[in-house]
């Protein structure tokens, strides 16, 4: 079973920017496409954004044209690089391994405040 890591959550003011890390482990992380969920206080998680394993993207509407996933295979991690961040954009963040039963990490919290 792939164990995931996430990590870079924090404080930032809105219009600042955040990187989330995401580390897998076992050897297949290159089979999988992975993705970055989020679930702010009493709502339900959504799909932020997507990446297959061959690098193809999909985002949600909210965060078009501000967030940007990507990953490194030889370094089994996936990114979400976040700017212009809003104060909806408050959250735990998830990564997940996309497939039936695919693991979760342990989450970490983004909160975008002045």
């Known amino acids: 079973q792939v164990q995931l890591v996430e990590s870079g959550g924090g404080l930032v003011q809105p219009g600042g920017s955040l990187r989330l890390s995401c580390a897998a482990s076992?050897?297949?992380?290159?089979?999988?496409?992975m993705a970055w969920y989020r679930q702010a206080p009493a709502k339900q998680r959504e799909l932020v954004a997507d990446i297959t394993s061959g690098g193809i993207t999909n985002y949600a509407d909210s965060v078009k044209g501000r967030f940007t996933i990507s990953r490194d295979n030889a370094k089994k991690t996936v990114y979400l690089q976040m700017n212009s961040l809003k104060p909806e954009d408050t959250a735990v963040y998830y990564c997940?391994?996309?497939?039936?039963?695919?693991?979760w990490g342990q989450g970490t919290l983004v909160t975008v405040s002045s």
């Open positions: 997940h391994v996309l497939r039936v039963g695919g693991a």
């Open positions: 076992g050897n297949i992380f290159s089979l999988f496409a």
